[in-house]
């Protein structure tokens, strides 16, 4: 076997790598217990508009403050918002942060 001047110290360097490597893989491979609880996502048909609050079966819900888009990621404005059409709401910290309204075709 031929031993190179420096091949301890690469293998010393190598050693610490991997391991290290491993620890980030498996750190951001966990989920994040202070986020799972902050989040909620309603899906529902809109039945009742008014100003920026929607109504739906699971309750009212003000959506001034949110993004609201197509099912294509397409912006859309609030008036795009009707009585029966489906929506699906992103609440985070008891707000509504996204909206997301499906065509009128699409209901339950």
């Not at 609030?78 to 992103?90: D, F």
């Amino acid at each position: 076997m031929v031993s190179f001047p420096g091949n301890r110290r690469y293998i010393s360097i190598i050693g610490l790598i991997i391991p290290a490597a491993v620890f980030l893989v498996v750190l951001a491979g966990l989920p994040s217990t202070g986020h799972s609880s902050d989040l909620t996502v309603i899906d529902g048909i809109v039945e009742r508009v008014s100003g920026s609050s929607v109504t739906l079966e699971s309750g009212t819900y003000d959506i001034g403050r949110a993004r609201i888009k197509s099912t294509s990621g397409r912006d859309v404005p609030l008036s795009e918002i009707s009585t029966g059409r489906k929506v699906k709401l992103r609440i985070s910290n008891g707000s509504v942060t996204g909206v997301i309204v499906y065509p009128a075709v699409m209901l339950e």
